[in-house]
């Protein structure tokens, strides 16, 4: 089961790809690669840290053919306006989801430390989209919008602390759970970590000048 998800996951993040690209009116080739790194660069970028080599898609070329698949079918579909705005979200959430605790539940079997687990399954979930962006001209979504990368990171540290009481069916299950329920949480109620700018900055630092001028006055 957790395999077809981490497949349905490929397919979901190939899919925002391919309309990231779509977006930016790129030809077939720019369609196709936004799909796969978008797919698979979070997976990819994870098995090199841990020196699994060869990675993931190439042991299994089936999420090469998943990504491509994917992205070439949202052409066919965006063209007859079958793809509904909101289902593809929802869907991204269950892949997020699914790849932060596939990538935390590779590392802990890979012998690493669980505090790296849990960094290597946020890095599954958002590196792929992450690079999508960048090659897209854009700030990455992880950086700007709704709880995404704290989805993964409570989705992962669930697996990873759970790891050690429950089987690791269970344990993999809850925090599947746990990082899909934050994140349509976040979508729902448009939840957001608080948003740093620069003039905020320059206030603060304004008033505490200020504070210490009069601080300075006799």
């Known amino acids: 089961m957790i395999y077809l998800l981490d497949l349905f996951g490929t397919a979901v993040f190939a899919m925002s790809g ?24 979070g997976g990819t970028l994870r098995d090199l840290t841990l020196g699994l080599t060869p990675v993931f898609w190439v042991i299994d070329p089936l999420y090469i053919w998943v990504a491509c698949s994917a992205g070439l079918l949202t052409l066919v579909l965006a063209r007859i306006h079958w793809l509904h705005r909101g289902v593809l979200p929802v869907a991204d959430a269950l892949g997020l989801a699914t790849f932060c605790v596939i990538g935390a539940e590779r590392a802990l079997a890979a012998g690493v430390d669980p505090a790296l687990a849990v960094l290597m399954g946020v890095m599954t979930g958002v590196v792929g989209g992450m690079i999508r962006d960048l090659l897209c001209g854009e700030v990455p979504l992880v950086l700007r919008r709704e709880l995404y990368a704290t989805a993964a990171l409570f989705g992962a540290l669930l697996t990873v602390v759970l790891a050690d009481w429950l089987p ?23 939840l957001s970590l ?6 905020t900055a320059l206030r603060g630092r304004g008033r505490a000048r200020d504070s210490d001028e009069d601080a300075d006055k006799p």
């Open 18 to 41: 391919a309309l990231a690209a779509g977006r930016k009116q790129m030809d077939l080739f720019g369609v196709l690669v936004l799909a796969i790194v978008t797919a698979i660069g």
């Open 168 to 190: 690791a069916g269970m344990a993999t299950w809850i925090g599947l759970l746990g990082a899909l329920a934050l994140r349509l949480a976040a979508m729902h109620w448009k």
């Open 194 to 199: 608080p948003v740093f700018t620069h003039d």
